[in-house]
């Protein structure tokens, strides 16, 4: 039981356990120049599949795009180069300066943003 304990706390502290991370981005998008590097360091702990999508067909909305598809079956979707710098860290639980946001499971109708702020 103990041990059961100790493995849920740290999967707390770990951050999101992930089974897949893409990251769509364009090279001709500003946005995802701006995000590419963040998205790249990470990349050095974490499998993330780089796919562009001027070399392939994904039925998404825009760029740039990071889906989590976590262990427990949840699917986050983070847009935008300002989105993706705030909470891509958290989700993976690189964040070490300060408290992450909380995950809300649904939008603001208000932001579009699926965290807590």
């Known amino acids: 039981m103990k041990l059961l304990i100790i493995v849920g706390m740290l999967m707390l502290i770990g951050g999101v356990s992930?089974?897949?991370i893409d990251f769509f981005y364009s090279e001709q998008c500003g946005h995802c120049k701006q995000v590419y590097p963040i998205v790249s360091?990470?990349?050095n702990k974490h499998n993330i599949n780089f796919l562009?999508?001027?070399k392939g067909s994904y039925n998404i909305q825009g760029v740039?795009?990071?889906k989590i598809r976590t262990n427990d079956c949840r699917?986050?979707?983070l847009v935008g180069s300002q989105e993706i710098p705030q909470y891509l860290q958290c989700e993976l639980g690189e964040m070490?300066?300060?408290e992450c946001p909380t995950y809300?499971?649904?939008p603001n109708p208000e932001t579009q943003s699926w965290f807590i702020r």
């Open 18 to 20: 992930a089974m897949s």
């Open 41 to 43: 360091d990470l990349s």
């Open 96 to 98: 070490t300066t300060k």
């Open 75 to 77: 699917e986050i979707e």
């Open 52 to 54: 562009d999508v001027n």
């Open 104 to 106: 809300s499971g649904e």
């Open 64 to 66: 740039p795009l990071v």
